[in-house]
């Protein structure tokens, strides 16, 4: 582990300071048939989404493959265009009415780091061109000479050696090195939030840690906000200073990251914090085990999406006739299931 990798205190984010505001967010997937491409069904990868993000907050974003998480991120960042309803205010502007100029500036101040840094890496670019490319396409740098300045600065702000690797090809680096390369892309603009769509999941575990140690670090420096997208409860626990739990396009539940931790009320939250293996071995066995599959988002459940693996459901939780609301039932902790009532 490199020096710079001790874990950090925890930033205290500007809970004043709203950076991203996401409402009623829908991002649904025409499914196409046929020569015509008769538009036959649509995937609701995320059906009704609403969130904030702080200044230099972490708000973990947690649930199963295919719950939407990953879809919520690449939409934010208009990588998905169009969206399908819902807004996402960024600093006072609507993201899904951007263009040109406009939206250019969004791209700088939110960046994105990707799940698999073996293939989010342009092979036959050295780190240099990597790493600066946005500085010279935003017009960062002057020249060449101030480009490999700045590069080295983010090399070495994210533990890589800047004399050594500068010149180097990703297929040089381990894993974990190439994820620091693209959270030096990432953090060349100083941007105000970057999504982190499963940073660490392609990595060793002795590595998952270096990483958040260095995003935490980061956020500490240059007081970055992160949506941090994760498959699992245990990996955002450090991290995060709230975690939102995602279910099949929906989110179950959302807390300060004590609260969801200690006192979750989502059966879904508590099966998925109880699938975090205790190392103690005298530790009871899983109490809330998952059972059954994810249902598909083509044909969601009707009700309470979560009914067809819940084992406290009852009538009202399968019909849409009486929807199930959002219950806030303590500060900032809110709960979309009756036992929030
Ligand atoms: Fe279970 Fe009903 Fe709560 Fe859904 S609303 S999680 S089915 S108890």
């Known amino acids: 582990m490199s020096a710079t990798d001790t874990a950090p205190a925890r930033h205290r984010p ?13 991002k649904w997937f025409p499914i196409k048939k046929g020569i015509f491409s008769k538009v036959v069904g649509q995937v609701k990868a995320v059906d009704g989404v609403s969130f904030d993000i702080h200044a230099g907050e972490t708000l973990g974003l947690v649930g199963e493959s295919g719950c939407g998480k990953t879809t919520v991120g690449r939409t934010i960042l208009r990588l998905n265009d169009p969206v399908t309803a819902g ?6 502007q609507d993201v899904f009415a951007l263009q040109g100029g406009d939206l250019r500036a969004l791209r700088r101040d939110m960046q994105i780091i990707f799940q698999d840094p073996y293939s989010s890496l342009n092979p036959r670019m050295t780190v240099e061109a990597i790493v600066g490319e946005a500085l010279t396409v935003h017009g960062v740098v002057a020249g060449k000479k101030e480009r490999r300045e700045r590069v080295k600065d983010l090399l070495e702000k994210c533990g890589l050696d800047p004399v050594r690797h500068i010149s180097r090809y990703p297929h040089e680096f381990s894993g974990g090195q190439r994820q620091r390369i693209g959270i030096a892309r990432a953090i060349a603009l100083e941007p105000d939030l970057i999504v982190c769509d499963e940073p660490v999941s ?11 140690n260095l995003l935490q670090r980061l956020q500490e420096e240059m007081g970055i906000a992160y949506l941090f997208i994760a498959h699992g409860l245990a990996v955002v626990e450090h991290i995060s200073h709230r975690v939102a739990v995602m279910y099949l396009g929906r989110i179950a539940e959302i807390a300060d990251s004590k609260t969801l931790y200690e006192n979750p009320v989502h059966p879904y939250t508590r099966a998925l914090l109880s699938a975090i293996p205790n190392p103690d071995p005298d530790a009871p066995m899983n109490p809330h085990p998952l059972e059954g599959e994810v249902p598909t988002p083509i044909n969601p459940p009707a009700g309470c999406r979560f009914h067809t693996r819940c084992r406290f459901a009852e009538a009202r939780c399968k019909s849409d006739e009486i929807p199930i609301p959002i219950y806030e039932i303590g500060p900032g902790h809110q709960v979309a299931c009756i036992l929030g009532e």
């Open 87 to 92: 807004s996402a205010i960024f600093h006072g």
């Open 14 to 26: 500007d809970m004043a300071k709203v950076v991203l505001s996401v409402r009623d967010l829908k």
């Open 202 to 212: 392609a990595l060793d575990v002795s590595i998952q840690a270096q990483i958040i």
